[in-house]
């Protein structure tokens, strides 16, 4: 654990830290923009703060792109499996992380009536923001991992054009989703709500089942990943 | 003496090259230069010692441990300098630092910043704008700040000026002062050899052609010109790298035949260089034969 620990600390050091510190600077920016956005309560903001997290992984791409981390990976004193299982670890942590941050932020944005634009029929209340929140997080973390999974098994894992098209796929499929329901040609999140559990425990508990659900998915494609990756040279 | 590293019958095959039966052995307290031309298998040697290659067969041990099983634990106590930065180019050396630093059980800090001012390494700037030097000189300060006992260099030398060569075989030499510390780097620059190396293997199309102590090889081969007239037969024979042109002959000769030599030719003491193009020719010489037999 210590070792996927210090390896996502290094991830996390090369995705946003420069010599200058201007990397980590516009990184609280760009942070700043989405919350802000998030805030004023549209969906689909809440959508881009998602992809915004999932920008966090870009660079750690074109980082090792650029600098043949994998001879690094090869002299480091660690198992090349935990760095691949550390890439899966920090993908599923740092959605958990934002799931979190945009339901706080708004649910903020619900208690305080910050205007928002007629989506009546589209989020209503508290309750189903963490709906939506745990539904986006299920998508996200499912999508990325089965991407990061096939990015490592084609040896592309570090090509940032590659990582650009995924999160850009992934980004429209999202955003196609929340069209069809707003468009209510898939059932909208209203709807949605009204399929789940009546008592809130019961809500819960399926909120629960759906994220071991997702770590579950997340971890399978790790797994898969490490087995495939087991003869590989670096 | 206990020998720090350990290479037996190593054996890996790629598409369109191979290591064959590579063996040889680096004491403590040594530095090994490690030869060959382009291409003769330096580099996939280094790589299977990190497991960064996976052997097909043979046995290659680091301070007694098995380079496969024990891989972790190894690097512990490796160093490794490649010939290109394989760190992240857009951080500080600070920042490199934080990040691997938890690594190492023994990183020392003081140690790091002490070399980092040693070397005269500015630690707020960008490791990418460092000039080619630099680079060496902070992948050996991270070798040096964990206590590495055996470091590795791959083709450390090559593409720096004479000034920055010097400095780091300096550092080299003096890295190994205290007799537990040894050194295997890869070169084709054989003057970096002759100055600090101790023993020398010299790789030749994915074989050890010598492995030895500097002074072993010094001997061991001697060149000889004269008249091809003058040549015997049975003495051509074991030449290597026979050349004939319009005035004469040259080659190589392992030392062991010298009183077969008849005093109408000339010998005179081969250095790495030489014996380095000499093997080059007999192999492309072998290769022609080969080919003129198909």
């Given at each position: 654990m210590k070792n996927l620990l210090n390896l996502m600390r290094f991830d996390l050091i090369s995705a946003t830290c420069s010599a200058g510190n201007k990397q980590t600077a516009a990184y609280i920016l760009i942070a700043l923009v989405f919350l802000i956005l998030a805030f004023f309560g549209m969906p689909l903001m809440m959508l881009l703060l998602f992809v915004g997290v999932l920008m966090l992984t870009a660079p750690l791409q074109g980082i090792a792109e650029k600098n043949n981390f994998n001879k690094l990976y090869g002299i480091l004193p660690v198992p090349f499996r935990q760095v691949v299982q550390a890439r899966f670890l920090l993908i599923f942590l740092s959605l958990f992380l934002c799931e979190i941050v945009i339901f706080l932020i708004s649910s903020l944005s619900e208690l305080l009536h910050v205007y928002r634009f007629d989506t009546s029929d589209f989020v209503i209340g508290i309750p189903q923001l963490l709906m939506f929140c745990v539904g986006i997080f299920a998508f996200f973390v499912s999508a990325m991992s089965y991407s990061q999974m096939m990015l490592w098994i084609h040896g592309q894992e570090n090509e940032m054009k590659v990582m650009v098209y995924t999160m850009a796929g992934l980004f429209l499929t999202g955003g196609l989703i929340f069209l069809l329901m707003y468009l209510h040609i898939l059932p909208s999140p209203a709807q949605l709500y009204q399929m789940l559990p009546e008592t809130t425990g019961g809500k819960l508990v399926l909120y629960a089942v759906l994220h071991v659900l997702t770590a579950g998915i997340c971890a399978a494609c790790c797994q898969h990943t490490v087995k495939k990756l087991a003869a590989r040279e670096l | 003496m206990e020998n720090i590293l350990e290479i037996k019958e190593l054996n890996k095959s790629y598409a369109d090259f191979a290591l064959k039966d590579v063996s040889f052995s680096l004491p403590r307290g040594y530095i090994m230069g490690f030869v060959g031309e382009n291409g003769s298998g330096k580099t996939t040697t280094i790589r299977s010692i990190l497991n960064m290659a996976k052997i097909d067969s043979g046995k290659i041990s680091v301070f007694g441990l098995?380079?496969?099983?024990?891989t972790v634990a190894i690097k512990q106590r490796l160093g490794v300098v490649f010939d290109s930065l394989y760190l992240a180019e857009h951080l500080s050396v600070r920042q490199i630092e934080q990040q691997l630093m938890p690594f190492y059980s023994e990183w020392d800090t003081k140690e790091f910043h002490s070399k980092i001012k040693q070397f005269g390494?500015?630690?707020?700037?960008?490791?990418?704008?460092?000039s080619k030097g630099m680079k060496m000189k902070l992948m050996i300060a991270v070798a040096l700040s964990h206590n590495a006992e055996l470091m590795i260099l791959d083709e450390?030398?090559?593409?720096?000026d004479p000034v920055a060569r010097d400095e780091l075989l300096d550092i080299l030499a003096e890295y190994i002062e205290d007799e537990k510390r040894s050194v295997l780097f890869s070169t084709h620059i054989t003057a970096d050899v002759e100055r600090v190396a101790d023993y020398i293997t010299m790789l030749h199309g994915g074989r050890v052609w010598f492995t030895g102590t500097k002074d072993e090889l010094d001997g061991k081969y001697v060149l000889l010109k004269g008249a091809e007239d003058d040549l015997p037969d049975a003495l051509r024979e074991k030449c290597i790298g026979f050349h004939a042109y319009r005035n004469g002959f040259d080659a190589m000769l392992d030392t062991q035949y010298l009183d077969e030599v008849p005093d109408a030719l000339v010998t005179e003491k081969a250095n790495i260089d030489e014996i380095l193009v000499y093997i080059a020719k007999e192999a492309r010489h072998e290769k022609s034969s080969e080919s003129d037999a198909v």
């Open positions: - | 098995d380079s496969i099983k024990d390494l500015p630690e707020d700037k960008e490791v990418g704008s460092f450390p030398t090559s593409g720096l």
